[in-house]
């Protein structure tokens, strides 16, 4: 398994730009890549999926590479054309980055399942990084497959040597998993974002031992690191145990979904609700800028209280600070940048 993908969780770092201020909050940034290794996660995963430029989103990449030195892994998301997502590899790969999650390439409806692999294989033979295919419902590959997933190309690039995982995103349903895992899992490691079905199909196929690139802090803290816990259990084969932890933070794993399900079959995310997790367990926070017609929730009152309440459910305690802090960042915060400084405050309210 060439990347390095541990028996732990991986992470998302969302510390970019602020409406109203210039550049990359880059302390913000390297607070967060600190945050990762305190929660016990195995990497650091750096999203493109919010409004920040190419230039900004490499150097986003080189900042969260520097600060994890060799304590942590980092990886990148990558979607769009063939191109691009060469060019991003290209670069993620001379910064040091480990592995990349790739989507399915953007470009003309394909007409056959050959086609679907030859876009594929010119992405993934352009790098040595380890790959993480992306296990979530393409529509136009549905064809192939009624799930939207190219189980039969999977199963072919499941040989290559530097291809070494599938996530298998949140709102999948166990059956898809099950025959992805049935395909897949006697070469690949296989990462369920939904929690819930880790230990059945842990207990029938191997390679589960992984889950990552999803909010994870919505689900633990560094004091009381649960999915982190949970994971390393399950990876021993004591299953018995892990249920055990399992109960513990199951509110978590219920809320998560509830919230991000909806939005994730309309390929969207409540990004200022996740943003809210990470500060709440001591990350940056900060609202994030928009792409241009790019739909995502308000994050309001309410669901800031149920955010924290669901914490307290389990025993955590969320950090104890003005929401103010959340708004511009911690670091940002820190230096008395407050609300009035920004020029607009999307997704608060």
């Keep these: 398994m060439g990347c390095g993908i541990s028996q732990r969780h991986g992470e998302f770092v969302h510390a970019f730009v602020f409406v109203g201020l210039q550049g990359l909050d880059e302390e913000g940034i390297r607070h967060d890549v600190r945050q990762s290794i305190k929660h016990g996660f195995c990497a650091c995963s750096v999203s493109p999926s919010t409004g920040v430029s190419l230039a900004q989103r490499r150097h986003l990449v080189e900042i969260v590479r520097e600060e994890s030195g060799n304590k942590i892994l980092t ?116 990462g369920p974002v939904n929690l819930d079905h880790v230990p059945v199909l842990a207990k029938n196929y191997r390679h589960i031992q992984w889950s990552g690139q999803w909010i994870v802090e919505s689900v633990q803290s560094p004091e009381k690191p649960f999915a982190v816990e949970f994971m390393n259990l399950v990876a021993k084969g004591r299953l018995a145990d892990s249920l055990k932890v399992y109960w513990q933070m199951q509110p978590l794993v219920q809320a998560i979904y509830d919230l991000q399900g909806p939005y994730l079959l309309h390929e969207s995310h409540p990004y200022a609700h996740l943003k809210y997790h990470q500060w709440c367990t001591g990350g940056n926070g900060g609202l994030l800028p928009l792409k241009a017609g790019q739909y995502m929730p308000v994050l309001r009152a309410d669901a800031r209280e149920l955010i924290r309440g669901n914490y307290k459910k389990v025993g955590i305690s969320p950090v104890d600070e003005p929401e103010e802090e959340f708004i511009v960042g911690k670091m940002n915060y820190s230096r008395g940048i407050r609300p009035s400084n920004l020029s607009s405050m999307p997704l608060y309210a």
Aim: glycine share 6%; aromatic share 6%.
């Design 75 to 190: 990886s990148v998301i990558t979607g769009g054309t063939v191109q691009g997502q060469i060019e991003d590899l290209a670069h993620a790969e001379k910064t040091g980055c480990s592995h990349a999650l790739i989507r399915f390439p953007e470009g003309p409806q394909p007409e056959s399942e050959e086609e679907v692999h030859a876009r594929f294989r010119e992405v993934i033979d352009s790098t040595s990084l380890g790959i993480v295919l992306y296990g979530s419902d393409v529509p136009a590959l549905r064809r192939f497959h009624p799930s939207g997933i190219p189980v039969n190309v999977f199963d072919r690039l499941a040989n290559v040597p530097n291809v070494v995982a599938v996530k298998l995103t949140h709102v999948m349903n166990v059956t898809t998993a099950y025959q992805l895992c049935e395909r897949l899992s006697d070469r690949l490691i296989l």
